[in-house]
């Protein structure tokens, strides 16, 4: 997908756990070609897709629970995304707060490793802070 291209906008996302990948599926952490979300680099253009969409749970709100949220995601090699695990949450709202917004994600266009799509990890930290 180049720039100017429109990516597919269905939801792409299973919040479901993997334990282990099938023998043939590996998770890849470093490859050749990283994924792009939105024709862009994840660090920046993701993040900010979920800065302007995330929305501070009432609960956490009035519990004052805030601090950092860490998930691990599988950008799959289909550019869905697959929630591998919550690795840090201060309140079980932020995190499910985290997961809807993953569940809205667009596909991305995968990573590559030696010019074919393979499954890559990708950490998703998102700050939760009350003023």
Known sequence: VGFGEVLDQTPAVSAKSIE?????????????DQPLFLGGDPDM??????????????????????????????????????????RNTPHSSLSDEVVRLVA???????????GKPVRMIYLLPVEFRLN
């Open 20 to 32: 282990e990948p099938a023998p043939d599926e590996p998770i890849f952490f470093v490859v050749d």
């Open 45 to 86: 253009t993701f993040r900010k897709w979920v800065a302007e969409r995330v929305k501070y749970p009432e609960v956490a709100r009035e519990t004052g629970a805030q601090g950092r949220v860490t998930v691990s995601l599988v950008v799959e090699k289909d550019g869905s995304l697959t929630v591998l695990e919550v």
């Open 104 to 114: 809205m994600s667009p596909r991305w266009e995968p990573a590559k490793q030696r």
